[in-house]
């Protein structure tokens, strides 16, 4: 996948398979994320052009617990998490959850926050505003995910974001190479929020996104 990427003009990109907890789309446990890191160096060696970061969307478990044990955790160059289940918590549960999953030190990005499908799934029941604001304190990323089905963060929710203070990442879920055209969904939803291009942390070059996605202490 690291030609058509760089044949797209990017300096870097994130491999980020699920946790072990959606067995049904292939999440992976310790060993297998090892064996994943192997063939993320081996395809760097290969291709110095683009810049691969390994990481992983870990799931948020029912009680706010990360689905990946803290030592191999502490091995990704990026944790993004996310909600997969148990989506009918109640609003002050489900926010919690969310809450505690934050506060965990090696977080880096929050994940299609409100799990929503268009026309297919609601979102749940957060107090988004509250989660916002500690993802700000915390300096924990929030994903404009592209793909037509989430388009989540919406419009009104990333011009909060950004009025908090939020870092903001524009994400295209990619499962395979032809969804990385949905970029430009995402660009779209951006811009209907009225954000720019210094609003999101990977229109930057690698240094300063790097620099930028780290927490604050």
């Known amino acids: 996948c690291a030609l058509p990427i760089s044949a797209r003009g990017y300096e870097y990109m994130v491999i980020s398979d699920h946790s072990k907890s959606l067995a049904m789309t292939g999440g992976l446990d310790a060993y297998r994320l090892r064996e994943q890191w192997k063939e993320i160096d081996e395809v760097r060696s290969r291709h110095p052009e683009i810049r691969l970061l390994r990481a992983m ?3 948020i ?3 706010g617990a990360l689905d990946l044990e803290d030592e191999m955790l502490a091995g990704l160059d990026l ?3 996310s909600l ?3 989506l009918d918590l109640p609003l002050s549960a489900q926010t919690e959850r969310v809450l505690r999953a934050l506060e965990h030190p090696e977080v880096n990005v929050f994940c299609h926050p409100t799990a929503r499908l268009i026309n297919r799934r609601k979102p749940a029941e957060l107090d988004l505003e ?3 604001r500690r993802a700000a304190e915390l300096g924990v990323a929030v994903e404009l995910n592209c793909s037509p089905h989430r388009l989540d ?3 009104t929710h990333l011009r909060l974001a950004r009025e908090l203070g939020c870092k903001i990442v524009i994400d295209t879920d ?3 190479t032809r969804e990385l055209g949905l970029m430009r969904y995402g660009v779209d939803q951006a811009r209907r929020a009225g954000l720019e291009a210094g609003d999101v942390l990977n229109t930057r070059p690698f240094a300063e996104f790097w620099a930028a996605i780290q927490r604050r202490m």
């Open 57 to 59: 969307e870990v799931d």
């Open 61 to 63: 478990l029912g009680d």
């Open 79 to 81: 944790v993004l998490v």
């Open 84 to 86: 997969h289940s148990r």
């Open 130 to 132: 509250r989660i916002l």
């Open 153 to 155: 963060l919406k419009d």
């Open 174 to 176: 990619s499962h395979r």
